[in-house]
């Protein structure tokens, strides 16, 4: 996922998802920078790779959950707890993304609408 911090941008993998209630949801910690970037900042873009050789490209603007049913959910599921926890004090906090586009990539296309 990529977002920007000042004018530079920012790039890092993103492990941390769920599908819920017709949403496709990420998540991040709070104490981490990217964080602090998409509040300063919430237009981002996530690309990945897909299995037939392709990849797609979702751009859009962050929006944070409130629910927190969507942190918890995508802790258990990505097995999260050691790092998530009433000990260390760190929340997931979920987004989605809203005014998005998605992409589907062929190696040499320029690629197809998803969204």
């Known amino acids: 996922m990529a977002t920007v911090d000042g004018d530079q941008p920012r790039l890092r993998p993103l492990g941390a998802f769920l599908e819920a209630d017709g949403k496709l949801l990420f998540g991040v910690g709070d104490f981490k920078d990217v964080y602090r970037q998409m509040k ?13 050789g392709h990849w797609l490209r979702y751009t859009g603007r962050a929006v944070f959950e409130t629910d927190p049913k969507y942190a918890e959910q995508m802790i258990k599921n990505s097995h999260l707890e050691a790092i998530y926890n009433e000990q260390t004090g760190n929340k997931l906090m979920t987004f989605r ?13 320029k690629g197809e609408s998803l969204l």
Request: hydrophobic share 55%; aromatic share 0%; glycine share 4%.
């Open 40 to 52: 300063a900042n919430p237009l981002v873009e996530i690309a990945a790779c897909k299995p037939d």
């Open 97 to 109: 993304l809203e005014d998005a586009t998605a992409l589907d990539i062929a190696v040499m296309g």
